[in-house]
């Protein structure tokens, strides 16, 4: 039947890709950093302040699926970020702010940055950032560092 | 749900072939009555499979009822439940064959694993015209099928869900003769035990009883007897007046574990104890595409982080959690391979379609319908009517995104995941697990919606790689922007018009070209419509997107082009748009019935408030005819359909509740993606990623649905799950013309307002 | 990358060595442990739970709870499918962090249901109307209609229709939805759809 026969080869095909033999592919790279039941190792009690670049990168993960961080890269369902520490809320041009961030007045100082992160509906009450508190303070400021590094 | 793969039925004592008797049944363990389908190994056509340890050539596929000892039958069913409601629809077709209860059955998935099921075994097994009263052939994806039980065996033996072909086709012409065999067998068993001619034996929930004695007994006191029995050869199946469950809105059984949370959808599924891991991947957003390089330097270090895999063709990270491996592949680097389509976006996209429609012009491209002469009938026609219409891709965005849960070692591999083809995900886990299919075992599940993306094993694949790479049972869930990414889409389409009125605005010639294949076939074809020449091809063109089927497939697309067309001719000719098309389907009663049931629900003609129109649409799909009118509201900044009319003739309507639902469920699907949805590209990459930016209809924008059913032809059943999408599109554009004079041809209808 | 020996923790696995693929990097390096005890209630259990605080409230509860009728469609608050309540309050749990829920009481689609296991009459109302058809998106739709009619026990249509918008169902159910909600409420009589001509 062609419908069948279109997706058995659009089957074959897809599973083409993967293998260069007979055998099933094994991974390109695999880097195995931990097995399981190992325990992670524990917080270091100060971190360096390029440690805190790197940390808000990561904690910056839970932030990705919204907001782009390349400059000149296309907003999401957030703003574009690249450059926002130190910008005027509510200017970037391909972003359709909620009124309430547009008006807000604000301009995106670390510590106007802390206070959003920390409670956005609260800092801007009518704000389109529903989600995407940090109540954690030592993640919060390594988030902002992380947006401080990021080139206009 | 549970596999039986310790159900196999020994050495079948009843099974003969003939081209009649295609039917079987053995005895389980404990004397359980099994019967299904058989086929005779030796036969010539294909290769085939044997299923189960069989004697004399004999081997039984497809077991489809089972009665065990407590009179309980269970309802084998070789389809997935995806929300359609086809394995409850068919166990009631079954159940009522059978003079069973509703309240004494249970449903099962019938187990995909090769030793049960032969997907080799789908080659013609049984012929046509096997059942004497019935008269119609229906094929799946008419016309690309011949033969009702091609169809049949196709689909149960294949075990594909899809093309609204659960109930009219295994169900109406596979389950329900299982059902009727099963119970004249019983009678035949009961009639030899009680020393009494069958024909005074009645059956009623699930007991035989003989008025002249008095003796009454369970089906189970005969049900290892039952399997003694010669096979009817045509066995005796309901006349529509005799229907007691089929026709009735007999309550889902799937639905009450969906309102408590206990239905494990394949996100839910996966093996006991606490070895499980998770797994998020990324794979390269350009077609043709592979992984050049990666960069997991923050990664490494993030909590929870087990292994992180380059894989070729995708990245992953496997950690402790989902979320903690998505956290971490959010902050992986990947470059990816050159393409052809790195520099490739819609518009240029379009641009090359548009130009292959041009080099077809009037009579090139590949022709599926030629009646007539239409390039000259259009020169002489009074007037001229042209139109050119676009679609875009789009996704199917089911609520459960795509996953799979694998377990690899010891040379098996166990599978739990969503699909609508569990042999091809078999075997696309075989591959990745580099174990034999016959060493896979799919687990089925609650599919969180299908629609026609379940329908490939590549994600089964990705998973089973990583089990093995790995060592661990991996769960795999891929993001909603992997998702939308990554999807199989339906395809994006330019189709042109040409239609011809004479003088009396009768419609004389109708010529369209569009862009690639048709599937199903009959998609773009207006043969219900009266139109002496007709002209219909397909330019082929090379989309830089993998393409599936989605919900109706090609009729999503022609649906929309094709009524619109009709509406425009309609308009062109001075008539109202019901009496044009009443004047064109005067071959097709059905098609008549059907326009003028929607017409008469939506009360046509009536007064509508000021800024409001009303549009109409028909369209034939799977074997069902729906028409709709919509209701549209355009004094708002954006068109709101405020109400939806549908009339649907899909046959028999088996279960009308649940076609009534389907209806339902085809036109939001459809009115969603009218009104809003494109999948766009820009440097050969989709665009969208999310419910922000492909958006979902939802509760405040839905209009009201009303749904009215005729049974046009209770031998030749119709689809469901389908036929209620192609004509939403169009008859939601027509509406906004006659509301405000505006003629939108090309969707989504958001992008012509602000 | 910073090593400390004392904190070393070796992971090369000889067995996995031998047993990789050519370019196989195994690394040492130090991680940074996020996870802390959580108390907290869930369907009416006490439990403590050791967790990264910031891990989204759904996956505690369908990986470390086990409960899976909570379910995963979007991860950014935009389809409703994981709602849970927080205190009675309905919350979209892919987006709202473990630690949000310390000392309080989670209730999820699997406490819905009275103590004997009676449904809810939501619940109820959700069968009798026959809603679900995947039924994927339902468990969130029960948990924010439980919510709204706790709220506004006799809601209008305009209500309903801006309480629920946050839930997506792909299905399209959401004529069912709201006239089971009525039929919870008490607004309207159950009624099935009409026979075939």
Redesign the interface.
């Known amino acids: 039947?062609?419908?069948?026969s279109?997706?058995?080869t659009?089957?074959v095909s897809?599973?083409g890709?993967?293998?260069?033999s007979s055998?099933?592919?094994?991974?390109?790279?695999?880097?195995?950093?931990?097995?399981?039941g190992?325990?992670?190792?524990?917080?270091?009690d100060a971190a360096p302040a390029q440690d805190a670049v790197?940390?808000g990168?990561?904690?910056?993960?839970?932030c990705?699926?919204?907001h782009t961080v390349e400059p000149g890269e296309?907003s999401?369902?957030g703003p574009n970020l690249a450059g926002v520490v130190g910008r005027v809320a509510g200017s970037v041009d391909d972003y359709a702010y909620s009124d309430a961030l547009q008006n807000s007045g604000l301009t995106w100082t670390a510590q106007e940055l802390d206070a959003f992160l920390a409670d956005p509906a609260a800092k801007v009450p009518g704000t389109t950032m529903?989600?995407?508190a940090?109540?954690?303070a030592e993640?919060r400021s390594a988030i902002v560092a992380y947006l401080a590094s990021l080139s206009e | 749900m549970s596999d039986i793969a310790d159900a196999r039925p020994p050495r079948s004592k009843a099974a003969k072939w003939t081209r009649r008797g295609f039917i079987g049944a053995g005895t389980l363990v404990g004397g359980a009555l099994i019967v299904g389908v058989a086929i005779r190994s030796g036969n010539p056509v294909g290769k085939l499979k044997p299923i189960v340890a069989g004697g004399e050539g004999e081997a039984l596929i497809n077991s489809w009822v089972k009665i065990d000892a407590n009179n309980l039958v269970t309802a084998i069913v070789p389809h997935c439940e995806m929300g359609q409601g086809a394995n409850s629809t068919i166990a009631q077709m079954l159940a009522d064959e059978l003079d069973v209860d509703w309240e004494n059955v249970r449903v099962m998935d019938a187990p995909a694993d090769g030793n049960y099921v032969s997907h080799h075994a789908a080659r013609m097994f049984v012929g046509p015209g096997t059942l004497p009263d019935r008269p119609n052939q229906v094929g799946f994806m008419e016309p690309t099928y011949d033969g009702l039980f091609t169809q049949l065996g196709k689909l149960a033996g294949a075990y594909i869900t899809g093309g609204s072909s659960s109930v009219r086709s295994t169900g109406q012409n596979g389950m329900r003769i299982a059902g009727a065999a099963a119970r004249e067998m019983l009678v035949a068993a009961a009639a030899k035990a009680w020393g009494v001619a069958a024909s005074e034996i009645s059956t009623e929930n699930a007991t035989l009883t003989h008025a002249g004695s008095g003796k009454s007994e369970p089906y189970s006191a005969f049900a290892a007897a039952a399997a003694e029995q010669e096979l009817p050869r045509a066995p005796k199946i309901k006349q529509v007046s005799e229907y007691r469950l089929m026709g009735t809105p007999a309550p889902r059984k799937d639905i009450p574990l969906k309102v408590d949370g206990t239905a494990i959808f394949g996100i839910d599924g996966g093996p006991e104890g606490d070895e499980l891991r998770y797994a998020a991947i990324k794979a390269p957003p350009v077609v043709g595409s592979s992984v050049a390089s990666m960069d997991a330097s923050t990664a490494r270090g993030m909590a929870g982080v087990l292994q992180i895999l380059n894989m070729g063709d995708f990245v992953a990270v496997v950690a402790d959690s989902y979320w903690q491996a998505q956290q971490a592949l959010n902050t992986i680097k990947t470059t990816y391979s050159k393409t052809d389509i790195d520099d490739l976006d819609s518009e240029q996209m379009f641009a090359n379609y548009s130009a292959a429609l041009d080099e077809a012009g009037e009579s090139g491209g590949n022709s599926k319908a030629d009646v007539g002469d239409a390039t000259a009938a259009f020169q002489s026609a009074a007037t001229k009517i042209d139109a050119e219409y676009r679609v875009p891709f789009l996704a199917h965005a089911t609520m459960e995104p795509m996953n799979c849960t694998a377990w690899v070692r010891d040379g098996k591999c166990d599978i739990w995941t969503s699909t609508q083809v569990p042999l091809m995900s078999r075997d696309g886990a075989a591959e990745g697990a580099g174990v034999s299919a016959d060493d896979v075992t799919m687990h089925s599940v609650f599919l969180g919606g299908g629609f026609g993306r379940r329908l490939t094993p590549e994600y089964t694949n990705q998973a089973a790689r990583l089990a093995k790479a790995t060592g661990y049972p991996i769960k795999m869930i891929w993001s909603r922007e992997e998702d939308t990414a990554q999807d199989f889409y339906r395809p994006a389409d330019i189709s042109r018009f040409q239609g011809g009125l004479d003088e009396n605005g009768k419609l004389v010639s109708w010529n369209n070209v569009h862009c690639s294949d048709d599937e199903p076939a009959e998609a773009p074809l207006v043969e219900f419509y009266d139109i002496p020449n007709v002209s219909i091809r397909g330019a082929e063109v090379e989309p830089p997107l993998r393409l599936g089927a989605w919900r109706s497939v090609a009729h999503s697309q022609h649906g929309f082009f094709v009524e619109s067309f009709v509406d425009e001719l309609a308009h062109e000719a001075g008539q109202d748009p019901v009496e044009f098309r009443r004047s064109l389907l005067k071959n097709s009663p059905r098609h008549l019935a059907v326009l003028e049931g929607v017409a008469k629900m939506a009360n046509w003609g009536s007064d509508l408030p000021e800024g409001y129109g009303r549009g109409i649409a028909i369209a034939r799909s799977f074997n069902s005819i729906v028409a709709e009118v919509a209701e549209v509201d355009m004094t708002g900044g954006m068109p709101r359909v405020a109400k939806m009319y549908c009339c649907v003739d899909a046959g028999f309507a088996m279960n009308p509740d649940g076609l009534t639902a389907q209806m339902e469920s085809g036109i939001v699907y459809g009115l969603t993606a009218a009104l809003y949805d494109e999948i766009t590209i820009k440097n050969g990459a989709v665009e969208q990623s999310n419910f922000h930016d492909y958006h979902m209809m939802r509760m405040d924008d839905a209009p009201e649905i009303a749904v009215h059913i005729i049974n046009g032809a209770p031998d030749n059943i119709g689809g469901a799950g389908e036929p209620g999408l192609p004509p939403a599109a169009a008859a939601l554009t027509n509406a906004i013309f006659a509301a405000s004079g505006e003629r939108i041809r090309e969707l989504p209808v958001a992008k012509h307002f602000a | 990358m910073l090593l400390d020996f004392g904190q070393l923790v070796a992971l090369l696995n000889p067995q996995t060595a031998l047993g990789c693929s050519l370019r196989l990097h195994c690394v040492i390096v130090q991680q940074k442990g996020a996870s802390r005890m959580v108390s907290l209630t869930i369907n009416g259990k006490n439990e403590d739970v050791d967790v990264d605080p910031a891990m989204p409230i759904l996956w505690v509860v369908r990986e470390r709870f086990g409960m899976t009728g909570t379910k995963f469609g979007c991860g950014i608050a935009q389809c409703g499918a994981c709602t849970v309540h927080v205190d009675g309050e309905p919350i979209r749990s892919c987006s709202t962090p473990i630690s949000a829920a310390e000392g309080k009481a989670i209730t999820t689609i699997e406490g819905i249901a009275e103590e004997d296991g009676t449904l809810s009459k939501v619940q109820q109302a959700w069968i009798s109307e026959q809603v679900p058809q995947c039924g994927y998106c339902q468990s969130g739709q029960i948990m924010s209609a439980t919510a709204l009619l706790r709220e506004t026990p006799r809601p209008t249509d305009e209500q309903i229709n801006a309480y629920m918008r946050g839930n997506v169902c792909r299905c399209g159910m959401y004529g069912r939805i709201r006239k089971a909600i009525k039929v919870a409420a008490g607004i309207e009589e159950s009624s099935r759809q009409e026979a075939a001509t």
């Open positions: 039947m062609k419908h069948a279109i997706l058995l659009a089957a897809v599973l890709l993967s293998a260069c055998e099933s592919p094994e991974p390109v790279e695999q880097i195995v950093v931990r097995e399981p190992q325990a992670e190792a524990a917080t270091p790197a940390a990168r990561a904690a910056f993960a839970a990705v699926a919204c296309a999401g369902a529903a989600v995407g940090v109540s954690d993640k």
